[in-house]
């Protein structure tokens, strides 16, 4: 059995390791995109907008995740973590160039596998991938499929078109053909203002919409089939909080009752379909503190539909409250163990 396999290794679905600059990349990038990143000046650029590097939005007491030993100390050991996936959030997803996305996004994870893969096996790690052309990045997922401490590739939740589109099914070809899961992580290339109505004006709002973009996405993975086409496929929603989702399932179902001649290749209701192949992590938690509620809203979702996450080291962190459901350990073994070795076809195989 499944239990008897993973024993009760605790996972982490969800550390954030920490590129500190496009120069850190040099070493990894070939003779023709070393010289262009250097003389074009790109290794001076800071290319991501995440406010957890902003000092005023830092949390005093957690350190950002930028070398393994910090990874130990503050996101590993205080939560009896066995097992972590590491996802790196860095603006080579978001550049115009598709070119340069393809030699930024092999450089980061030749980065992540040398500087911390390589230096602790409890780390696994999610393989970004240049989305801008979506035949490269099913070359990239071939080039590391071999590597199995890589579980998972790694999407934004908004950029150049729905993820559900047919020009995007490379990907999950590839994805499913290794066993990886594939992580929608909440962030956006900016190419769109996050709400159909135009631009915000405060990051909050941004935040704010990160859930519907995520939302979004889900919509269009299921009306286009994608889960019809790739029926081992696994996706995991990352930092898209998780109490939206039965509301948003309830309306999808009425819609698609009335509206099912128009997607006809879906057999199956939209909530079937979510609950067989969408995972969600746990943080940021976006539910009240109520032991009572949480565990009525995790009977909503779906128990076996979430994964914990602690999220470190980002803004949101919860720190060491980012485990709401500690005084419910059946529940929490599902979502630490269980869980995430349903999920993650490539944990399976340690």
Known sequence: MLQSLVSEKKIDCDVHVTLPTTAKLAPYLDDYWREQVTTRGIDRLELTSDISNISP??????????????????????????????????????????????????????????????????????????????????????????DRRFVQVSMMAMGDMPLGRRAMWPIYAAAEAHGFAVGIHAGTAYRFAPWTNGWPSYHIEDQVAQSVGVQTQLLSLITEGVFEEYPKLKVVLIDSGVTWLPPFLWRIDKLWRGLRMEVPWLKRSPTE????????????????????????????????????STDYPRWNFDGTDAVPLRGQPDLMRKLRTENPFETYARLREV
């Open 273 to 308: 379909i979510v609950s067989e192949h969408v995972r969600l992590t746990l943080q940021p938690f976006d539910g009240p503190k109520d032991a009572q509620v949480i565990q009525e809203l995790a009977e909503q979702i779906g128990e076996h539909m979430l994964l914990f």
């Open 57 to 146: 939005a830092l949390r005093p007491d957690w350190k950002t995740g930028s070398d393994v030993q910090t990874i130990r100390t503050l996101a590993l050991e205080p939560f009896g973590t066995d097992i972590a996936i590491c996802n790196c959030l860095y603006g080579a997803q978001a550049v115009y160039n598709a070119d340069l996305a393809v030699a930024l996004c092999r450089a980061m994870n030749d980065w992540l596998a040398e500087e911390f893969l390589s230096k602790d096996q409890r780390l696994r790690g999610s393989i970004v991938l240049p989305w801008q052309s979506p035949e490269k990045a099913a070359l990239e997922i071939e080039r590391l499929a071999s």
